[in-house]
């Protein structure tokens, strides 16, 4: 029903900076975002919340990303942005978006939380 598509990830040297990009997608009925949020995971550690933007446009972020990470949304485009500067190397990660939705039927309405297939990240020293 609902399909996140991230892009932007690739690899940077340190110091760099990066725009991820997320762009949700759907069937013919109204979806509406509510919290949409960008999440990571290193290689053999757990997956992260990295940051999360209200309906409204509040964002927070997770303390190691905090000056450096910026997170915004354009509701018209359905899109989710993420500016990353300042890399360091211990960013390296899958990044993935996460947005909770609303799809209004007539037959019922669906809820739920969609993610993306995620984008890589790698920087480098």
């Known amino acids: 029903q609902v399909r996140l598509v991230e892009s932007g990830g690739r690899l940077v040297q340190a110091g760099g900076s990066l725009r991820l990009t997320c762009v949700a997608s759907?069937?013919?009925?109204?979806?509406?975002?509510?919290?949409m949020g960008w999440h990571r995971q290193a290689p053999g550690k757990e997956r992260e919340l990295v940051a999360a933007?209200?309906?409204?446009?509040?964002?927070n972020y997770a303390d190691s990303v905090k000056g450096r990470f910026s997170a915004s949304r354009d509701d018209a485009k359905n899109t989710l942005y993420l500016q990353m500067n300042s890399l360091k190397q211990e960013d390296t990660a899958v990044y993935y978006c996460?947005?909770?939705?609303?799809?209004?039927?007539?037959?019922?309405?669906?809820?739920?939380?969609?993610w993306g297939q995620g984008t890589q990240v790698t920087v480098s020293s």
């Open positions: 996460s947005a909770d939705y609303h799809v209004y039927r007539d037959s019922g309405d669906v809820v739920g939380r969609a």
């Open positions: 933007i209200t309906s409204g446009g509040t964002a």
């Open positions: 759907g069937s013919g009925d109204t979806i509406r975002y509510s919290a």
